[in-house]
């Protein structure tokens, strides 16, 4: 049996778990520099708030309802999240973090239905009482049917937190109340492609012929269908597979105007997508660069982007630094105040897999990125860096409305007064 783990609006939730003087009151959590909602508590999202707004459009509504606005506090989310996954790995000794805020289990007992969905009340039961993260479980036969349980935990009537998806009149009560968007790995233009076949739930979608949705499709939709019909075709390695693109973008808490300072920007960017890739084990066939102004400033809107292929593929971060170098005077124009710059690394192929170039020499020092990567994985990121990228922080995010590190910071621990 699988069980997914999916913690109810994981950062806003993060944010009322150590400040019960917010609990009753409804939390938007913003992206870097306070830009755009990207998380809502359940009682904002009944009062009816959206997330990926942008701050100034719901000024009125959180003046209205009394909001509570919170930066986002990605030092305390890991945190909680890290104490999230040790409770969950009470349960079970497999347990596979999918995001910062999921994580999949595998049982080999045997239970019964009522058994299983009891169990993920006292999984549900531990984290509130331990941590104060709500949190749905599904349980299925595979990844799929534990997808679509955890969804009928949380938004579907009739559950309260826990659920299961084993049997044909299990399938039949949940997947026709979800849409085809809902299953997992249904995107919005495959959903529209399906529903011009007729195809609009995800009790519909378990009903066709597997071999059909290959040929019209894909192979993992096939997946998908027979997942849905109870076979089990992904493992835990096929949960996530290796990113085609790997992209760093941010905005600046302060507008930048000198080449210096761009170029700066560029190379710390270029630093996190090339930890990425190599992460996944894979190269880079090239490298884009972007960078822009804001729409919102007063100046012209003007987006300056570069391409460049490598002439061998490469992960190492020298390369893609002296690629900045090359493409820096295409992107800056003098006097423009940049708001948003971005690094991405395209054409991505398994580095255990490529062919080289018989004639093209590779200037890779796998030994060294591997000693960059290890040491900034154990003392953190940018203990070891490059100086391309200057030696003081000037791109720090604004967080104006950002919380107490409650765990991680000693002068910020809470303090209960008696």
């Not at 331990?130 to 559950?159: D, W, Y």
């Not at 920007?265 to 992460?279: D, F, G, P, Y």
């Amino acid at each position: 049996m699988i069980a997914l783990c999916d913690a109810t609006s994981f950062y806003a939730c993060a944010e009322k778990s150590l400040d019960p003087s917010i609990r009753q009151r409804p939390v938007l959590v913003f992206s870097n520099n306070d830009g755009c909602c990207v998380a809502l508590c359940p009682i904002a999202k009944r009062l009816g708030f959206k997330k990926f707004l942008p701050m100034f459009q719901m000024k009125d509504d959180i003046r209205k309802f009394n909001a509570v606005v919170r930066s986002s506090n990605y030092e305390l989310y890991a945190d909680i999240s890290s104490k999230m996954f040790s409770l969950l790995h009470e349960y079970t000794d497999e347990l596979y973090e999918y995001s910062i805020d999921e994580g999949f289990m595998r049982f080999e007992n045997e239970m019964s239905d009522e058994q299983w969905v009891q169990l993920g009340l006292d999984i549900r039961r531990a984290l509130w009482r331990q941590l104060r993260i709500p949190i749905g479980v599904g349980f299925g036969v595979n990844c799929t049917l534990a997808k679509a349980a955890n969804h009928a935990s949380k938004k579907l009537p009739g559950f309260n937190g826990s659920a299961i998806v084993r049997s044909d009149q299990h399938k039949r009560h949940v997947l026709t109340q979800m849409e085809t968007s809902d299953v997992w790995g249904i995107g919005s233009r495959l959903e529209k492609r399906l529903a011009a076949m007729g195809i609009k739930n995800g009790f519909q979608l378990a009903q066709q012929n597997p071999s059909k949705m290959r040929k019209y499709f894909s192979i993992t939709l096939e997946n998908t269908v027979r997942e849905l019909q109870g076979e089990v075709r992904l493992s835990w390695d096929d949960v996530r597979p290796a990113k085609k693109e790997i992209y760093s973008t941010r905005s600046f808490g302060q507008r930048v105007s000198s080449i210096e300072e761009l170029k700066s920007a560029l190379v710390s960017h270029a630093e996190i997508a090339a930890s990425k890739l190599r992460a996944q084990n894979s190269v880079a066939g090239g490298i884009v660069l972007f960078a822009a102004n804001s729409p919102h400033d007063d100046e012209p809107y003007q987006k300056k982007t570069f391409y460049t292929p490598f002439e061998v593929p490469t992960s190492d971060t020298r390369n893609i630094i002296g690629a900045i170098s090359s493409g820096i005077g295409s992107l800056f124009v003098p006097k423009l105040r940049y708001y948003k710059v971005g690094v991405g690394l395209v054409d991505l192929k398994d580095s255990a897999y490529y062919q080289h170039d018989l004639f093209s020499q590779c200037t890779d020092n796998p030994a060294l990125m591997n000693a960059l990567d290890t040491m900034n994985a154990r003392f953190g990121r940018d203990t070891v860096s490059f100086a391309a990228k200057g030696f003081k922080q000037r791109f720090a995010m604004r967080r104006n409305y950002l919380s107490k590190r409650y765990t991680t910071r000693i002068h910020e621990i809470p303090r209960i007064k008696c």
